[in-house]
């Protein structure tokens, strides 16, 4: 089953093959959808099982677990609760602007201007080389705890920080650095709770 709304409509709960979102879509239940496609505006409480979601214009999901391949060129928004199955999980790439999220755990390489969550794991990729030898680019994180295999970021803000293979860091602030492997560089490093008196605090929770 597929849907389509070109113009303003809403999405009911259930199972498709590809919601394909043109004018302005609303899903009030949760669905499965092989395919989400948004070149609209796209508002849903949960989009789970799917195979690849595609954001041209503005997506805003509360709920969202798995993606082989996400691709956003407008804005996206996925909040995820804190258990394990809300976990935004990747197996592939994420390209957008703006993203943000509960937890967000990546198998092979991303580019970002900014990403925000509690959590952010970008990890090696064993079984694909290609994967494995690309960096990952963000121009700013903001996170509770960063785990990154080949990230190349202008700026870091977090409690905890883990950086693997080759990391490239402008600058980075936060508390506990508590793995940097030889091959990685930081420009600046400020041993600080970068959440202490922000506003942001609360977004990286």
């Not at 402008?170 to 400020?190: F, M, N, Q, R, W």
Request: overall charge positive.
């Amino acid at each position: 089953m597929n849907k389509k709304i070109s113009g303003l409509g809403v999405v009911g709960g259930g199972k498709y093959e590809t919601v394909f979102i043109a004018g302005m879509g609303t899903a009030l239940q949760n669905i499965e959808a092989e395919k989400l496609i948004v070149e609209g505006m796209f508002k849903g409480k949960g989009v789970y099982h799917t195979s690849g979601i595609q954001i041209e214009g503005i997506a805003k999901i509360s709920d969202s677990d798995f993606a082989d391949h996400l691709t956003v060129s407008g804005k996206a928004k996925i909040t995820a609760n804190r258990d394990t199955h809300s976990t935004m999980v990747c197996q592939g790439s994420i390209k957008a602007g703006t993203m943000k999220l509960g937890r967000l755990y990546l198998t092979g390489t991303c580019h970002l201007d900014m990403l925000r969550a509690s959590e952010v794991h970008i990890v090696e990729s064993k079984n694909d080389r290609r994967l494995r030898e690309q960096i990952s680019r963000v121009d700013q994180i903001v996170c509770q705890k960063l785990i990154a295999y080949n990230l190349k970021a202008e700026g870091i803000r977090a409690r905890e920080v883990q950086l693997y293979g080759k990391c490239e860091v402008g600058t980075l602030i936060c508390e506990l650095l508590s793995k940097c492997e030889p091959t990685c560089i930081i420009g600046k490093h400020i041993r600080k709770n970068p959440f202490a008196d922000s506003k942001e605090r609360g977004e990286a929770q």
